[in-house]
């Protein structure tokens, strides 16, 4: 069976949906257009921003927060205004939006932990891209201070990425803040060989180091008496930069300087004494 069409109102329909699109088709374009246009001044204004503070030498770690924060405020302005010019309510836009920022907030407590602490970092200002640190069982060289992460590089070339809410919180060592470092060699002889003859050569070994600080003056004394060896301590300071290059090279320079003058580095060894028992 064919139902009855109502021509009058289908026309009715028709031109009532060809108003609206009539009405609504300018406001989508300009909205478009406004989107695209704040789009790219967007971007403009961050560069602007970022080649501002690169002439000033501000620092990296802080710029590239700000970058980031402005961008984003900077977007949610354009946001409100694209979606005002669509003819939006905004009130009812505003509580949508707080009724969903709760519900997100709670399902994101830790990712708002984590920006409170990236806020505490950049305020408190522990540590600096560039800097070399140990943190939360970790160490490596800070590659970026971002809103909800620390990004770590490692000597082996690791990435590692670590909340900054535990990190605000926690106990953290800090290699690079301090210009100088102390360097601390434990070198063992044996028993037999001669404490001051050992000492005259490490001592000379490390006079040739043009890295090695004269002030405060190298120290070296005996350590203890291990069960195999005599053990120094040698202490020198350098400068920070310096640190590993004269640890390693001049552990290999000692071991070297004593073997050519006849003194032993011994192996750890333990005297077994049997005694016979007459029956």
Request: proline share 4%; hydrophobic share 50%.
């Amino acid at each position: 069976m064919q139902l009855p069409v109502d021509t009058e109102q289908l026309t009715s329909f028709a031109e009532s949906s060809w108003q609206v699109m009539l009405d609504y088709t300018p406001k989508l374009i300009s909205a478009l257009v406004v989107l695209l246009v704040g789009l790219i001044l967007i971007r403009m204004i961050v560069n602007a921003i970022r080649k501002g503070f690169e002439k000033k030498n501000f620092d990296i770690t802080l710029q590239r927060f700000l970058l980031s924060m402005i961008g984003i405020l900077l977007k949610a302005a354009l946001a409100i205004t694209v979606i005002g010019m669509l003819g939006i309510q905004m009130t009812t836009f505003v509580a949508m939006l707080g009724a969903a920022g709760l519900a997100i907030g709670l399902a994101l407590s830790g990712t708002l932990q984590n920006f409170a602490g990236g806020v505490i970092l950049l305020i408190i200002r522990p540590y600096k891209v560039g800097d070399f640190i140990e943190l939360q069982g970790h160490s490596g060289t800070v590659k970026e201070i971002q809103i909800f992460n620390t990004i770590l590089t490692t000597p082996d070339n690791k990435v590692i990425i670590i909340p900054n809410s535990p990190i605000s919180t926690g106990s953290m060592i800090n290699y690079s803040t301090m210009p100088t470092r102390r360097v601390d060699f434990t070198i063992g002889i044996g028993y037999d060989d001669d404490i001051d003859t050992a000492r005259d050569v490490i001592l000379a070994v490390i006079a040739k180091d043009d890295r090695i600080h004269q002030e405060p003056v190298p120290f070296i004394a005996v350590k203890e008496l291990a069960d195999s060896s005599v053990n120094f301590v040698l202490r020198v300071w350098v400068d920070s930069a310096n640190y590993w290059g004269v640890y390693f090279e001049n552990l290999e320079a000692i071991k070297k300087a004593l073997d050519a003058n006849n003194i032993s580095i011994p192996y750890p060894q333990r005297d077994v004494h049997l005694h016979t028992v007459e029956k």
